[in-house]
């Protein structure tokens, strides 16, 4: 990957930069692609200033570009100019860079890379294909919030952005660091699956007051009738004891999938360390997360609940020093008791 192209990752993902950068040689130009093309996709699909119908068509024209049945060169100047992300502009400006990298692919790799893109491209197609009918904020009528109708449309949802990076990420690792190695590959799968679904439904708990401003409600109408609730006063004081059991019963949910996540890096090989360093990090900082997210009010949420700088470089130390120490090194996950317990309620 072109030092240009590394600069741009880091740019448009300090976290996942993060991850990146402690993953294998052999693994780290196939993933770190993989992660440039669906930031692209992503900042496509999340450029509100142009048309739902605009997005979706510029969403196909990539899709085919990186599946290799359409050539002519892809023109983003357009939706790069609404940017107000220097990296993110240039992120759409150089996707021809980016697709040019697809070739450097051996076979089996681009096929992995292709199928990932394809399944994220088509969850993203489908949130706008959802939400699109809002348009901009000034003109919506006030308070129209437009939610997912069933726990099935979320847990498919998440699985399309996020679950199926879990697959994808084995697949690859598998191939090149640990081939031969014993494992249960469809319980790698199934975990890693998990493991990605649960980042996503940690972010959308998180996000849920910006996404509730912007007319979209990621929780299932289904779920919140039973509790009686509405999307449209979801987060309204005198609604907070009916709000937060439910609320909590979805971070059992995330840290249930997180749970598994963890199994699942337990379970790769023990020599294994950076793919294991690189797995630990994003489940560590997700679990702090849900845990910070447990203890605000409905006040607090309507601010934006995040781990500082100081907590993420914490957990970083702390994983690199009980790394040699299996025992320490297990503990570092707070549990997911209560979690893994009381996650089939939402499935």
Same mark, same amino acid.
């Given at each position: 990957m072109s030092k240009s192209l590394n600069d741009l990752l880091k740019a448009t993902s300090r976290s996942f930069y993060l991850t990146l950068r402690v993953l294998p040689a052999r693994v780290r130009p196939q993933i770190g692609l993989a992660y440039l093309l669906a930031r692209t996709t992503d900042t496509i699909a999340d450029t509100e200033l142009v048309p739902p119908a605009q997005r979706i068509h510029a969403l196909q024209i990539l899709r085919e570009r990186i599946l290799g049945s359409r050539s002519e060169p892809v023109n983003f100047r357009d939706l790069a100019q609404h940017q107000g992300s220097p990296a993110e502009k240039m992120l759409l400006e150089k996707t021809e860079d980016s697709l040019a990298l697809l070739q450097t692919l051996?076979?089996?790799?681009?096929?992995?890379?292709?199928?990932?893109?394809?399944?994220?491209?088509?969850?993203?197609?489908?949130?706008?294909?959802?939400?699109?009918?809002?348009?901009?904020?000034?003109?919506?009528?006030?308070?129209?919030?437009?939610?997912?109708?069933?726990?099935?449309?979320?847990?498919?949802?998440?699985?399309?952005?996020?679950?199926?990076?879990?697959?994808?990420?084995?697949?690859?690792?598998?191939?090149?660091?640990?081939?031969?190695?014993?494992?249960?590959?469809?319980?790698?799968?199934?975990?890693?699956?998990?493991?990605?679904?649960?980042?996503?439904?940690?972010?959308?708990?998180?996000?849920?007051?910006?996404?509730?401003?912007?007319?979209?409600?990621?929780? @299932?109408?289904?779920?919140?009738?039973?509790?009686?609730?509405? @999307?449209?006063?979801?987060?309204?004081?005198?609604?907070?004891?009916?709000?937060? @059991?439910?609320?909590?019963?979805?971070?059992?949910?995330?840290?249930?999938?997180?749970?598994?996540?963890?199994?699942?890096?337990?379970?790769?090989?023990?020599?294994?360390?950076?793919?294991?360093?690189?797995?630990?990090? @994003?489940?560590?900082?997700?679990?702090?997360?849900?845990?910070?997210l447990r203890a605000v009010n409905v006040i607090e949420l309507r601010q934006r609940v995040k781990v500082s700088r100081g907590e993420v470089r914490g957990v970083l130390l702390r994983s690199l020093a009980s790394y040699p120490l299996p025992g320490v090194w297990r503990n570092q996950f707070p549990a997911g008791r209560k979690a893994v317990a009381s996650g089939a309620k939402l499935a």
């Open positions: 051996s076979p089996a790799d681009l096929k992995l890379v292709r199928e990932v893109l394809t399944t994220i491209t088509s969850g993203q197609e489908l949130d706008l294909r959802r939400f699109g009918g809002l348009g901009p904020p000034e003109a919506r009528p006030t308070g129209q919030i437009i939610a997912l109708q069933t726990p099935a449309e979320l847990d498919d949802y998440t699985y399309r952005v996020a679950g199926c990076v879990g697959g994808f990420w084995t697949k690859i690792c598998r191939a090149h660091l640990f081939p031969k190695a014993r494992l249960d590959e469809t319980q790698l799968i199934a975990d890693g699956i998990r493991f990605g679904k649960g980042l996503q439904l940690v972010n959308i708990l998180r996000d849920l007051p910006a996404d509730l401003k912007n007319g979209r409600c990621y929780l @299932p109408a289904e779920k919140l009738s039973e509790a009686r609730l509405f @999307p449209e006063t979801l987060l309204s004081p005198v609604n907070e004891a009916k709000f937060l @059991p439910l609320y909590h019963e979805y971070l059992d949910k995330a840290e249930a999938h997180l749970a598994a996540g963890w199994n699942y890096t337990n379970t790769l090989p023990f020599g294994q360390v950076r793919v294991r360093l690189a797995c630990a990090w @994003p489940i560590l900082i997700g679990v702090r997360t849900i845990e910070k």
